[in-house]
């Protein structure tokens, strides 16, 4: 009795020395903070941008940029001018926006060029603001977001359709801003984009993306249609409606006007769709054929054989047509590699003629030259010896065998060397 208790109480004391514990990780990030530490700074930064080369169908032809802080988001609005009225418009409307996503700035950094109006304009938010160094834009983080925004959206321009009106460029600038936000992780929380920490995880089944500026046929609805009126109407993408579920905002070539379409077709230039050729359509035949065949004829009666022979002559037909079209390219291939001997061949004989050539025209300037030195010996052997006798008759006439056995050499080296020219 006292070993059970003894092992009892054992039991307890290593129960509670071997009890489970749970762990929690605590991950440490540094966030900006006032110089006592109390609070999060909310900063923003603005600035404008240069005029834009092209004049928008809206009228606008400068950008304002605002970039939030602790989102590292940027945000961006199209201006007239740079006027005050207009500066203090496109101000109110980025605030606006943050105040809708739940961030309220209290405090503003921004250039030195500032009317009275935008002044007033921050104050009436509740944003203290400072201004940076005379020409030291450099302390402005709103300059960096600026070049950030202007290679995001020249790279959209150039995939654009060739001929799509420049004067689109501030219709398609809300959505330009949409995918860069969700490309740049957020300061605060690096796990999520600039994008989700702002307004949520952007849902690709309600607003779908399409390349910006693509050429598109857009379905015409019958209500909004002549009753023998073409059913689509061309136009360009200008982007995915947010309002509206799976719906995209095109603009109409023929009225010059916005459109939310439901059905749009995409004339990419690069994204194509592959093309289909008879012999495949012809393989996908053969192949569902056989597949149905398969399905419904029994595998032991007297038909199989003949089910048989059915596939294997729409196979044949299809592997024929395939190696028709293989052996169109295989001559294709010797016919350039003949081609390409042919040449070579023929400039191994134009170097060997010439050689021959030149080898008959060396070997007939020796000839004459040596006639030429045989006919001087002749002739002065002549003058020395004034009496003919029958020993210098006979080498005369030894002498003259030899000029014509010459002559007869020389004129057959001369028509040899003519045919060879010609």
Known sequence: MEDDVEQDAHYKQSSQVYKKSKTIMVR???IDVDDEGKELLRLIYTDG??????QSRTGMNYIMVLAENDSDAI???AMRNRSAGEMVRAYSVLIGRLHACGIFPTKQVLDNEISKEYKEAIASFGIAYELVPPHNHERNKAERAIQTFKNHFVSILCGADKDFPLYLWSDILRQAEHTLNLLRPSRRIPAVSAYAYMYGQHNYDRNPFAPLGCK???????STRDTWAEHTASGYYIGSSPEHYRCHVVYITATRSLRVCQTVFFKHKYLTQPSFTTNDALLLAADRLTAAIKGVVPTTTSTQAGVQQLLDIFKSQANGAKN???AQRVQMADAAAQRVLDESTANEIARAETATQRVLEERMEKEV???ITDDDHT???DSSVPMITQEHRMGTHEHEGEDENQEGLFQGMGR???SSAQ
């Not at 941008?49 to 092209?54: A, C, H, N, S």
């Not at 598109?216 to 019958?222: F, K, L, T």
């Open 28 to 30: 440490v990030m540094q």
């Open 49 to 54: 941008t240069g005029r834009f080369p092209k």
């Open 75 to 77: 945000l961006v609005e």
């Open 216 to 222: 598109v046929e857009a379905h015409m609805m019958p």
């Open 324 to 326: 028709e079209i293989t």
């Open 369 to 371: 030259f040596q006639v």
């Open 379 to 381: 002739e002065e052997a």
């Open 416 to 418: 040899g060397w003519r």
